[in-house]
């Protein structure tokens, strides 16, 4: 666990490394790094959903090749 001074939030250090109560650093620093960080979330989101979509087709493709594979009685 994180050991930080009284008053500091833990989650923002978690994700940010930082919060608004850290020295050089001021409550809009800290906004402007979540809505950072939430835009960074959204898009990677985005694009791990579209990952899954490929790897999922590329799966069901493998496995209709070993079901025709073992239809037919063929060894790997």
């Given amino acids: 666990m994180i050991e930080l001074p009284l ?6 250090h978690a994700r940010l490394g930082f919060c608004s109560r850290c020295r050089g ?3 809009t620093d800290e906004v402007d790094a979540w809505r950072t960080w939430a ?14 979509g490929r790897l999922s087709a590329i799966l ?8 025709r594979r073992r239809d037919r009685g063929e060894q790997h």
């Fill in 7 to 12: 008053g500091h939030s833990r989650v923002a």
């Fill in 25 to 27: 650093k001021s409550a």
């Fill in 39 to 52: 835009l960074a979330l959204e898009h990677y989101g985005r694009e791990l959903l579209v990952a899954e």
């Fill in 60 to 67: 069901e493709a493998v496995s209709r090749l070993v079901e």
